[in-house]
């Protein structure tokens, strides 16, 4: 369940799916070869210069971007 924006230096709490952004990525475990869905939010704020993006291994991060849209830098890896 999501509580609050994915940003660490954020962690602005969910109230409205209409307010940012919502992430949804497959997570597969080694044991199972069913996988899930984690969900992350980024708020309106985070959304508009962040965004999470699934990198080698399958694992999330958050990522900065340009105001073009593409992807700039990590951020961190959640």
């Known amino acids: 369940m999501v509580s609050q924006c994915a940003n660490p230096r954020c962690r602005e709490p969910f109230i409205y799916y209409r307010h940012g952004k919502l992430f949804s990525v497959p997570r597969g475990t080694a044991a199972s070869t069913r996988a899930t869905i984690e969900h992350f939010w980024l708020c309106q704020s985070c959304a508009e210069s962040m965004a999470i993006e699934v990198r080698h291994g399958g694992n999330p991060s958050l990522v900065s ?14």
């Open 65 to 78: 971007r340009w105001p073009s849209g593409n992807m700039l830098q990590l951020e961190y890896e959640l």
